[in-house]
């Protein structure tokens, strides 16, 4: 029969290694609340939501059907490092919802050796030590939001004819004023810093802009800053401070009080759809990982195979694993379907099919390009 080749793999599986293999990273960019819509302009909260959780964050919705197809689209939240502003959930002092808020986003945004939340200012950096939080779902803005193609409107609030302690969400209301405000994010801004990959960096500031015209540029000769975007973490943090001077939240800070902040987030974004029929538009970023790596099958590799159609399997004949077709002893043949990639452990980590069988011969070599997408 002459040397022979049965290999253990089923299928005629071509497991092989490689030194030649290319990566490269692929990014889609699409509409951020589904495939083609990228701006929103219906904004409902739902009634089944816990009233609980209410004292922590809002759902905002695009639909009040309740269809059990619909998707939350992003929440909103309010955030204290002091924990004013609700009230207190018993144990510790301070323990509020508004603290909780505050410290699961400076875990989730911020590096360990940061202090806190800072934006720029006229001529220096500030502390936000109080904000409004929109969270996207994570469904919604898949890799992460696409830096520089966001725009988001606010209307101004008639937090201003109310003492502090007592404009709570029950009381929140759309000024009368109209005025609009439109906020996106600097990464288009000349001075934006780049990372080594080439990817505006992880963390931009929210200005006073508009997706056609660009930053808006103050009378100082500078972009008014309204908060951060954390693109990665698809969160967009407001300083409160801000939004009480230019859109009269009067964010309520007093101590053990149900101020029902993250309302006012809410009825300013949906109450500029309803105004001005402006809403929020924005695009997700789906980013893959894309490796080609080239296989070469050798004349003298795979010839042979341990398929039942191939070798024989009696043990009472005494012949198993012998070749069934006599011809392919001195000429053989098989078929390839399959190709597994391992890694330097020796481990499978990959396993592609051949569009259709591949004929293999002692007089052929065979050249396999894999793509893997991840």
């Known amino acids: 029969m002459g040397t022979t080749k049965i290999f253990k793999q089923v299928e005629n599986t071509v497991f092989a290694t490689s030194d030649q293999n290319r990566a490269e990273k692929l990014i889609y960019t699409r509409g951020l609340w589904d495939a083609t819509l990228a701006n929103l302009k219906t904004f409902y909260t739902s009634s089944a939501q816990n009233t609980k959780s209410k004292s922590y964050y809002y759902e905002v919705w695009s639909s009040a059907s309740l269809d059990c197809n619909d998707v939350k689209m992003f929440s909103v939240a309010y955030g204290n490092k002091n924990g004013s502003g609700s009230l207190n959930e018993g144990g510790e002092a301070n323990d509020t919802p508004s ?19 800072y934006i720029s200012g006229s001529s220096q950096y500030r502390e936000m030590k109080h904000f409004y939080a929109i969270n996207i779902n994570r469904d919604k803005f898949g890799d992460k939001l696409d830096p520089g193609n966001f725009e988001i409107s606010l209307v101004e609030l008639s937090g201003s004819a109310y003492s502090n302690n007592y404009f709570t969400g029950s009381k929140v209301q759309v000024s009368s004023s109209n005025k609009l405000i439109t ?17 505006p960096s992880i963390v931009r500031n929210v200005v006073s802009g508009t997706l056609k015209d660009g930053v808006y540029i103050s009378p100082a000769g500078v972009p008014i800053s309204y908060g ?14 801000v939004l009480n ?99 330097d ?12 069988p591949v004929i293999k011969s002692p007089t052929s070599e065979l050249s396999i390009t894999v793509k893997l997408e991840y």
Request: with cysteine.
């Open 183 to 199: 906020l996106i994010d600097d990464s288009n801004d000349p001075s934006n810093k780049y990372e080594f990959s080439g990817q």
């Open 345 to 356: 452990l020796n481990e499978l980590f990959a396993v592609g099919k051949m569009s259709k």
């Open 99 to 117: 603290r909780a808020v505050y410290s699961q986003y400076k875990l989730s945004c911020l590096d360990g050796d940061e202090s806190g939340f």
């Open 245 to 343: 001077t230019s859109a009269s939240f009067n964010t309520v800070t007093g101590s053990n009080v149900a101020g029902d902040n993250s309302m006012k987030l809410f009825t300013s974004i949906s109450g500029a759809a309803s105004v001005a029929n402006s809403g929020f538009t924005a695009r997700a970023m789906d980013i893959k990982n894309q490796q080609y790596v080239f296989v070469r099958v050798n004349n003298g590799d795979f010839n042979y195979s341990n398929n039942p159609t191939y070798v024989t399997s009696s043990l009472a004949l005494g012949d198993k694993g012998m070749i069934r077709e006599d011809s392919f002893k001195e000429y053989p043949y098989t078929y390839i379907t399959t190709v597994g990639l391992y890694n």
């Open 228 to 241: 951060l975007v954390f693109p990665d973490r698809g969160v967009i943090l407001l300083d409160a401070d």
